[in-house]
């Protein structure tokens, strides 16, 4: 089986920074793309940064310019730094994996357990 473990949610006042973490484990023979969702309150799920096994990248534009996603592949670890936090940010942020979990089968769709994000005064 594999696991999705996310770390560094929590409360910011606007302007402040905080940076999540997204720790793949398990079975893992390859990962393709990884990437950050977020569900505000009373919202759909949304796509907040992705960023494929080469490094290619792309983002909401409502945080383009403000939050940057990265990877360590060796680690199968992403992170989310998120620069200049608005009240609207708010919301729980699901990290996701697409892996393989062997050389034999197609990929799988992984889900992390969600981490809050409140940004307050």
């Known amino acids: 089986q594999v696991q999705l473990v996310e770390s560094g949610g929590g409360l910011v006042q606007p302007g402040g920074s905080l940076r999540l973490s997204c720790a793949a484990s398990g079975r893992i023979f390859s990962i393709n793309a990884m990437g950050w969702y977020r569900q505000p309150p009373g919202k759909e799920l949304e796509l907040v940064a992705r960023?494929?096994?080469?490094?290619?990248?792309n983002y909401a534009d409502s945080v383009k310019g403000r939050f940057t996603i990265s990877r360590d592949n060796a680690k199968n670890t992403v992170y989310l730094q998120m620069n200049s936090l608005k009240p609207e940010d708010t919301a729980v942020y699901s990290c996701?994996?697409?892996?393989?979990?062997?050389?034999?089968?197609?990929?799988?769709?992984?889900w992390g357990q969600g981490t809050q994000v409140t940004v307050s005064s």
């Open positions: 996701h994996a697409n892996l393989y979990g062997d050389r034999w089968s197609a990929p799988v769709d992984y």
């Open positions: 960023i494929t096994s080469g490094g290619s990248t």
